[in-house]
C-alpha cells in the first residue's frame, strides 16, 4: 500500500520523501535489505513525521516476506498503538496493520493469537479489500492451531462468501483437507472436485484426482 500524502506543512527535509520513495524503489527490485535500511534510517530520524506510518507499515511487510516475523510484528504493532494513542492515520493504515499483525503471529506459530487477530480485521472491514486474505489466513491459523472444526467452518463460509477471489481455489482444497482428516470423505471428494474445476492443468490436477477416485 502507497500512502501519499500532502506533506507540505510538515517539518522534514526533502530527505524525508527521499528515504520512502528509495524503500519502495528498492522493493520494487526485490532488494528488501536495502528497503527496510532506508526506512530504518527514515525512522530513526524522523519518528514523527508524517511519512512515519507509511515507512513501519512498508517495512513490516517486507520483514515479513523476509521471515523476520518479530520485526514485522513490532512494526505492525507500533502502528495499530499509535492509532491507539489518539493519531490520526490514513483509512486503510490500521487494517494494513491488523493484517501484517496476524500474518507475523502466524509466521511465529502463534495461530490461536494470529487467528484472532485475522478475525479482529474481519470484525473492523468484514467487506474492506483484505477480507478475503483475512477469512483465509484465519482459517489456516485455525488449521494449524489445531482447531480443525473452526477451520472447516471458516473455509466453508470463505467459498460461499468469496467464491471469485484468488484465494478461492485455495480454500476449497483445505476444506477438502479438512474433511479428508475428519473421514468425510463424500465431501472432500467435492470440495477436491471444485479445486479442479478451477484448475485446469494437469500438473496442478494429478493428485486431486487420485484423492477423489479414492474416496468415491
Same mark, same amino acid.
Given at each position: ?40 534510517? !527514515? ?6 513525521? %508524517? &511519512? ?30 499509535? $492509532? ?13 496493520? #491488523?493484517? !501484517? ?6 509466521? !511465529? $506459530? ?20 483484505? &477480507?478475503?486474505?483475512? #477469512?483465509?489466513? #484465519? ?7 489445531? =482447531?480443525?472444526?473452526?477451520?472447516? $467452518? ?6 460461499? =462468501? ?8 485455495? %480454500? ?17 471428494? &467435492? &470440495? ?21 477416485? !479414492?474416496?468415491?
Amino acid at each position: 500500500t502507497r500512502y501519499w500524502r500532502d506533506w507540505s506543512s510538515d517539518v522534514c527535509s526533502s530527505d524525508l520523501w527521499s528515504l520512502l520513495a528509495s524503500g519502495w524503489c528498492h522493493e520494487a527490485q526485490g532488494r528488501l535489505a536495502a528497503a527496510v535500511k532506508a526506512w530504518t534510517e !527514515l525512522l530513526d530520524a524522523y519518528p514523527d513525521s %508524517a &511519512a512515519a506510518v507509511p515507512a513501519l507499515l512498508a517495512r513490516a511487510d517486507a520483514r515479513q516476506r523476509q521471515a523476520d516475523f518479530q520485526g514485522g510484528l513490532a512494526d505492525a504493532r507500533n502502528v495499530l498503538d499509535r $492509532k491507539a494513542a489518539g493519531a490520526s492515520l490514513d483509512p486503510e493504515a490500521v487494517p494494513e496493520a #491488523m493484517l !501484517l499483525e496476524g500474518l507475523c503471529l502466524s509466521g !511465529l $506459530k502463534q495461530y490461536g493469537d494470529a487467528a484472532a487477530a485475522f478475525r479482529k480485521l474481519l470484525d473492523l472491514q468484514p467487506a474492506g479489500p483484505t &477480507a478475503d486474505r483475512a #477469512m483465509f489466513e #484465519m482459517g489456516a491459523a485455525e488449521a494449524l492451531a489445531g =482447531r480443525r472444526d473452526e477451520a472447516t $467452518k471458516t473455509f466453508a463460509a470463505f467459498v460461499k =462468501r468469496f467464491p471469485e477471489s484468488a484465494y478461492a481455489a485455495d %480454500a476449497w482444497f483445505e476444506l477438502g483437507e479438512q474433511e479428508w482428516t475428519a473421514g468425510r470423505h463424500a465431501e472432500a471428494a &467435492a &470440495a477436491y472436485r471444485a479445486v479442479i474445476d478451477r484448475v485446469r492443468s494437469e500438473e496442478h490436477t494429478s493428485e486431486l484426482q487420485s484423492r477423489q477416485y !479414492l474416496v468415491c
